[in-house]
């Protein structure tokens, strides 16, 4: 299957927890024979339902004893005002599946979702579980099978691009007709990016001791960027382990909570840095190639001090965070021109 049952898991979720939310919605003809917690989902906990008729469901549950980042970090979820707080929570998930299911762009069909905590202690979304591999693990096995869902992913990303918001933000906040904390989307970038330098030069990687000249690069490329006043639809964080393939080869993305109006260009460094050389499919030859660039190296600093942090508390897979940190510092370090006349974003970008 696309999604991978973890050996260590946060709290221990039995069939007997989830019997109840099964029950609502699918009914009492299925019979829930076993649950199984899946691989991802550091916010929140992603739970596999199996019935008595072989049929399955996933399970997602909003709640702090399944969220993984430290208790400040997962207290900052609930200030949506903030573009890059912590995308996580119900109302996040709702709004985001409104929006591209308006837009035909294929997600995990919903069944039930419930904010009453009747059936269980926490807001709990029961979706489809899409048969089959992500599309990360098809790209590695056989990546000319998929050339189909890599074109109709472009298709979607072109049209969440084209859907121009009024004001950037997560959509659940904007749909409340409510402003996000920033005078910019350049602006929070810019924020964001000397607070993750700050935090991951104080945890004395590699960073520390070019943390002066990594300002210096950051404060240049944000300087070059030009002001903007139109924002596309962007997953925030859509790497091909967040897109799902079903028996049609349609793309099914997830993780959707992070979805909002922001600078595409946020989407497409974040695109380039996960899909490697299957990226080509996905360009966009309207970029403002200034902007990618601070982004690209904005994206790195928060690879770097968002791995660090999560490993502050027990999330299970500390490898393979440790892995992500230090691949990203190596890569915002080749920002940092090892002559004056090398161009930093050159640089970053080998």
Not at 54 to 61: G, P
Not at 64 to 70: F, L, M, R
Not at 156 to 176: C, E, N, S, T
Not at 184 to 208: F, K, N, Y
């Amino acid at each position: 299957m696309g999604r991978q049952v973890v050996d260590a898991v946060h709290r221990v979720v039995t069939r007997d927890d989830l019997e109840g939310v099964a029950r609502a919605a699918l009914g009492a003809e299925h019979r829930l024979v076993g649950a199984s917690r899946l691989r991802g989902g550091s916010k929140k906990g992603v739970y596999r339902l199996i019935f008595d008729d072989d049929s399955t469901a996933i399970v997602y549950i909003w709640d702090g004893a399944e969220n993984y980042w430290p208790t400040t970090q997962a207290d900052e979820a609930d200030n949506h005002a903030d573009p890059f707080s912590p995308a996580s929570g119900i109302e996040l998930f709702e709004a985001a599946h409104r929006h591209l299911d308006t837009l035909g762009i294929r997600t995990p069909r919903i069944r039930l979702a419930d904010r009453s905590r009747s059936h269980y202690p926490a807001d709990v979304a029961v979706v489809e579980d899409v048969p089959g591999d992500n599309l990360e693990a098809l790209l590695r096995q056989d990546p000319r099978s998929v050339e189909t869902t890599m074109a109709r992913l472009a298709e979607a990303l072109g049209a969440m691009q084209r859907h121009q918001g009024p004001r950037f933000g997560k959509v659940a906040l904007i749909d409340k007709g409510d402003t996000s904390e920033g005078s910019s989307c350049e602006q929070v970038v810019l924020d964001r990016a000397l607070d993750d330098l700050t935090e991951a030069a104080s945890r004395g990687t590699r960073i520390t001791r070019s943390r002066d000249q990594l300002e210096t690069v950051v404060r240049k490329l944000a300087a070059a960027v030009r002001p903007r006043s139109q924002h596309g639809l962007i997953h925030g964080e859509l790497g091909p382990d967040h897109v799902l393939v079903d028996r049609h080869g349609q793309p099914v993305l997830i993780d959707i909570e992070g979805l909002m109006f922001f600078d595409v260009e946020w989407e497409h460094a974040f695109l380039r840095l996960r899909f490697g050389e299957h990226y080509r499919w996905l360009d966009h030859s309207d970029l403002d190639e200034q902007r990618l660039a601070f982004y690209s190296l904005a994206m790195r600093l928060s690879l770097v001090a968002g791995p660090l942090r999560l490993l502050d508390g027990d999330f299970p897979d500390r490898d393979f965070m440790r892995g992500i940190a230090e691949h990203n510092i190596q890569e915002a370090l080749a920002f940092v021109p090892r002559t004056t006349a090398e161009q930093p974003w050159t640089a970053g970008r080998r």
